[in-house]
């Protein structure tokens, strides 16, 4: 069955950086494109960034451009996320999820993983 | 960007009662519209896709329709299991948006 395990997080000071993962199995990672989307304590969704299979075209939010870099490793079935220049409101729970067949909407997700942003 | 808003943002209802929730886009996004739901202390699950296509495993109570800029989610007759956070989702263009969720709270 389609599994996203997402690891990586934990509490860091501003300003600092943190790498996400996200393990994929139970299906061919190389053939999907691959969503990280962030929920703040008691809030709601965030879509955060985006990537092709094959990396070839990279979307973000304007919140976290310029910031965070969404990258995989198809060899390992693995895609990331960096964070740089992590600020307060960038704590949340981070989900990858898979994109749908022919459009965006997000089929599977991870059990998410929290990055806590503080001095 | 694309503003999803749902309403109403929280609905109370009785078990085996009916329940309709809206969402609302800023500009049309054609039937490019998802609906998934969140229980406490889980990850949302992918409840409908392209406005009206329930996701694999889905229950046929749930259904949902709309295109342009309106759309609703319904659910006849509500499960225990029913009961959660409810969020609509555009993917019709970038950067993708979600509405603010409804909470369906057992009345």
């Known amino acids: 069955q389609v599994q996203l395990v997402e690891s990586g997080g934990g509490v860091v000071q501003p300003g600092r950086s943190l790498r996400l993962s996200c393990a994929a199995s139970g299906f061919t990672f190389s053939s999907y494109g691959i969503h990280w989307v962030r929920q703040a304590p008691g809030k709601g969704l965030e879509w955060v960034a985006f990537t092709w299979s094959d990396e070839s075209n990279k979307f973000y939010a304007d919140s976290v451009k310029g910031r965070f870099t969404i990258s995989r490793d198809n060899s390992k079935n693995t895609l990331y996320l960096q964070m740089n220049s992590l600020r307060g409101e960038d704590t949340a729970i981070y989900y990858c999820?898979?994109?749908?067949?022919?459009?965006?909407?997000?089929?599977?997700w991870g059990q998410g993983t929290l990055v806590t942003v503080s001095s | 960007e694309i503003v999803m808003t749902q309403s109403p943002a929280t609905l109370s209802v009785s078990p085996g009662e009916g329940a309709t929730l809206s969402c609302r886009a800023s500009?049309?996004?054609?039937?490019?519209l998802a609906w998934y739901q969140q229980k406490p202390g889980q990850a949302p699950r992918l409840l409908i896709y392209?406005?009206?296509t329930r996701a694999t495993g889905v229950p046929a109570r749930f259904s949902g329709s709309g295109s342009g800029t309106e759309f609703t989610l319904t659910i006849s007759s509500l499960q225990s299991e029913d009961f959660a956070v409810y969020y609509c989702q555009q993917h019709n263009a970038w950067p993708l948006t979600f509405g603010g969720g409804t909470d369906v709270e057992i009345k």
């Open positions: 500009q049309s996004v054609s039937r490019d």
């Open positions: 999820a898979r994109r749908g067949d022919s459009s965006s909407w997000l089929d599977y």
């Open positions: 392209g406005s009206s």
